[in-house]
């Protein structure tokens, strides 16, 4: 069975460490997993080590593959980023990038199967009327949904996602999570998603990894991970954590608390 296996991975920008030691639990095929932590705790990082972008000491295997070991276009074939940053708002149209991206990875499909990929993608994505638009002429969350398109466009097996829902509106953040929670489910894949939406990461995902600067504080499932005492630990806020009695937990703010943040 297909798995994700990441274990004590480090990695550094110059002489500073950004992971330590990090290992999350194995993930089988067929989970989401919710990355989470402040600000600058390492999740963009984590996700570069795992898309093969960012050297580091440790194992990362997916698929009986070693990431040190398999050269990028292989680890590209089965792992796609959406990442935290948008498209640049260039003259380029959703459409264009689309078939620019697709060809460039030399994805083995024909135009026609590719051309009915995208336009499932789009529709899937509310970006029909805007397949032909250049994207300076989109809003930003319309962008990041393009973002997400480009991801997608490549079927990855594991499908990293750098804060897919920041610049959503309520609509598109349910429907984006519950897509990518589709497709998890239905086809066996893994997705792994950085999220701060506490409550979108209890509904959606099968485990929450909680980050704090590049160290591990919790990992398991919602309720496990998001308590009272790790939240307050991890993002310095007071908070009341209840049962939805749906399988998973909400998290009301309560007040921040007065330590202070940034030298807790
Ligand atoms: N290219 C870089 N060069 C030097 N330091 C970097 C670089 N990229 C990130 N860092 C540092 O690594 C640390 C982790 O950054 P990272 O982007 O992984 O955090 P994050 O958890 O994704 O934060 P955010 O929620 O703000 O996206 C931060 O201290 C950041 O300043
Ligand atoms: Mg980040």
Not at 74 to 93: D, G, I
Not at 167 to 190: N, P, Q, T
Request: include cysteine.
């Amino acid at each position: 069975m297909m798995r994700l296996k990441v274990q004590s991975v480090s990695t550094t920008y110059g002489k500073k460490t950004i992971l330590h030691d990090v290992s999350l639990p194995n993930i089988p095929a067929g989970t989401i997993v919710g990355l989470l932590g402040p600000n600058a705790s390492g999740k963009s990082t984590l996700m570069k080590c795992l898309a093969g972008e960012k050297k580091c000491d440790g194992h990362i295997s997916f698929d009986k593959l070693n990431v040190a070991e398999t050269d990028q276009k292989h680890w590209f074939n089965k792992v796609a980023t959406m990442p935290q940053t948008p498209p640049s708002p260039t003259a380029l149209t959703p459409t264009e990038l689309m078939w620019s991206t697709a060809r460039a990875l030399a994805l083995p499909i024909s135009d026609r199967e590719l051309a009915r990929n995208i336009e499932r993608i789009f529709k899937d994505l509310g970006l029909v009327q805007f397949a032909l638009s250049p994207l300076y002429t989109l809003s930003g969350g319309k962008r990041q949904l393009v973002g997400l398109a480009l991801a997608l466009i490549r079927e990855p097996e594991l499908l990293l996602l750098d804060e897919p829902t920041s610049a959503l509106d309520l609509h598109w953040k349910i429907s984006v999570l519950a897509l990518v929670h589709g497709k998890v489910k239905s086809e066996g894949k893994i997705a792994l998603a950085a999220l701060h939406d506490l409550d979108l990461a209890a509904r959606y995902c099968d485990i929450l990894v909680l980050l704090k600067q590049g160290r591990i504080v919790a990992s398991g499932p919602p309720f496990d991970v998001l308590t009272s005492q790790n939240i307050e630990r991890v993002y310095h806020v007071e908070t009341e954590i209840s049962d939805t009695g749906k399988g998973y937990p909400r998290i009301d703010v309560i007040a921040p608390l007065k330590e202070n943040h940034e030298n807790a």
